[in-house]
């Protein structure tokens, strides 16, 4: 992971989203071959996906339950990645959720959402699903 200095002068992570095709996404070099979040202080996870499996019977619907798990205290925008054809959107319960806690949402196909990663500022926290 790479190393930024914030307009404030502050040290931030926040890697760098290299390239994504169908069934993986490269992170800081990396190739992973599976959902990732990433958080505000730049730690790539995997998804819970079976958070909203359980709900829906499909990752492609985020749940409440996987929302608060992706939800970072200060966070003030989330890049969700659709995947590659854009099919994953946020539940009604999930984006409300979101709206409470003052969290932007932007969601679009993952390559828009990878260049839109890779510009944005300030306490963003990323969702990316690799398929579909």
């Known amino acids: 992971m790479r190393t930024t200095l914030s307009k404030e002068g502050n040290l931030a992570m926040k890697p760098k989203i290299d390239g994504t095709e169908f069934g993986s996404i490269t992170i800081d070099g990396e190739r992973i071959g599976h959902d990732v979040m990433i958080t505000v202080s730049g730690e790539v996870a995997k998804r819970k ?22 939800y970072e205290k200060g966070a003030e925008r989330l890049i969700v990645g659709a995947g590659q054809n854009g099919m994953v959107r946020l539940s009604d319960e999930a984006a409300d959720y979101f709206a409470k806690k003052k969290v932007e949402v932007d969601l679009a196909p993952t390559p828009e959402a990878m260049a839109r990663w890779n510009k944005a500022r300030g306490a963003v926290i990323g969702l990316f699903h690799v398929t579909c």
């Not at 359980?54 to 339950?65: D, E, R």
């Open 49 to 70: 996906k079976k958070l909203s499996k359980a709900v829906y019977g499909t990752s492609h619907t985020v749940s409440l339950a996987e929302a608060e798990y992706i």
